[in-house]
């Protein structure tokens, strides 16, 4: 068990409201990241931090925020959702002492916006 | 481009059948690593191995067994004896730290279902 909790599980909200995501480790790891799943697309990544307020953008990070202000915390903010970003939303983080080691996920939340 | 591709979107098989998952993959790094995840229907991520682009070794972990060939940038994945709990969608995935840092780039998947 790697420890991540994401909060909340699920959640509707309606088109144009904020809405942050947060999850949480007990491992003090370096490496945090947020991706998002939809059909046809597997997992594409959203942002992802190396450290306590470095973070970098991925390949879908239009219409995202993201901030680590604690080594254990990576807060995902859509600041005015929209219908596209329905979708499984997993927060995943690199254990081990070496880079490149397996990612562990969380449970996803899963975000519909109506 | 995109840098990992699972081609089969879908594979049913019935039980006890062997079935090969492809992975293929595109990178100019030298040094980069492979993984494979499985997605049960209950959703979770579920890591199964980690190879980096130095070892060739076929590997073999119980009914599991994973063939890398960079001569043909793929790494594919066979189930021997197929169980219904073997049904999910499998990830392979890639991470090549000298192009892209630590990022994690995953292909669409391949939903396996085992038909009893």
């Known amino acids: 068990d790697a420890g991540i909790t994401q909060s909340p599980r699920h959640k509707v909200t309606e088109t144009g409201t904020p809405v942050t995501l947060r999850c949480h480790q007990t491992e003090n790891h370096r490496y945090m990241y947020w991706y998002r799943q939809d059909p046809g697309h597997g997992l594409r990544l959203i942002h992802y931090s190396y450290g306590v307020k470095d973070t970098d953008k991925g390949e879908v990070s239009d219409g995202y925020s993201v901030s680590r202000s604690k080594t254990e915390d990576f807060l995902l903010t859509l600041e005015s959702a929209t219908s596209s970003q329905t979708s499984v939303y997993f927060c995943?983080?690199?254990?081990?002492?070496?880079?490149?080691?397996?990612?562990?996920f969380g449970n996803g939340t899963r975000l519909t916006v109506t | 481009a995109q840098k990992v591709t699972q081609a089969q979107t879908e594979i049913s098989v019935v039980e006890k059948e062997d079935v090969t998952l492809d992975c293929v993959y595109e990178?100019?790094?030298?040094?980069?690593?492979l993984f494979w995840y499985k997605q049960p229907p209950s959703g979770e991520l579920v890591f199964l191995i980690r190879r980096n682009s130095f070892d060739e070794q076929n590997e073999i972990s119980g009914r599991y067994s994973w063939n890398f060939q960079k001569s043909t940038s793929s790494f594919n994945f066979t189930i021997t004896a197929s169980q219904v709990v073997d049904s999910a969608v499998y990830f392979c995935?890639?991470?090549?730290?000298?192009?892209?840092?630590?990022?994690?780039?995953f292909g669409t998947g391949t939903s396996l279902t085992v038909i009893p």
């Open positions: 995943a983080i690199s254990i081990g002492t070496v880079d490149n080691s397996p990612l562990h």
């Open positions: 990178t100019r790094d030298t040094t980069y690593y």
């Open positions: 995935a890639l991470s090549d730290p000298e192009n892209t840092g630590n990022q994690f780039y």
